[in-house]
């Protein structure tokens, strides 16, 4: 569903992103870690279109998504770390929004809004505005505007930030419901507990370049994802 070759990313003389190359197959949940700055945003946001790249190709279901960008993005949806919604709507006004960008039928739309939003418990706040929200309502409706497509490939930046214990809970369901049904879905963390549990893969980024992809049971051994992530911290460190 999404792989990546030998995508390298810089800003001026900075290399955000080196050379890296990865695969994200249909129904897998991948965990991309890496401490702060090691590039997982940048790598996210190169697959999302949003962020141009200077070396490499990304093909998603199949498309490269330089040639041809605008049919790549039918299939993605991409969640920041920071979503920035329209405040100015009213929640229900936003997830329509995006319904009617994505060409969802009424019948569908509505279907999987109440669905979605009812899980994440923001199904009673959609008839207010977003200005209105605290930073995890914000949260659950933009979960809720990514899910509204069905995308094949789900792309999170660490989403469970500011979601409230059951949320977070609710959320990890839908996305082992969604790879059941054939999603790829690649998030960035840092709460290993959480991708250690909850993932079938996991690929670990440091300043850039990637060290360890693989297996989620293959990766770690005996040992908790949190042990393998510092130890290769600390071997590239030395």
Known sequence: MLKIENLTKKFGDKVAVNNISLEVEAGQICAFIGHNGAGKTTTLRCIACITGFDEGQIIIDGINIKQNPMEAKKNIAYLPDNPELYEHLKGIEYVNFIADVFKI?????QKR????????EIFNDLGYPISSYSHGMKQKLALVSALIHKPKLLLLDEPFVGLDPNASYQFKLIMQE??????????STHVLEVAEKLCSHVVIIKNGKLVE??????????????SIFLELENETNN
């Open 178 to 187: 969604l790879a059941n049904s054939g999603t790829a879905i690649f998030y």
């Open 213 to 226: 992809s693989g297996k989620m049971e293959e990766v770690r051994g005996k040992k908790s994802l949190e």
């Open 105 to 109: 039928d009424k019948e569908t739309r």
């Open 113 to 120: 809004i109440e669905e979605y939003a009812k899980k994440l």
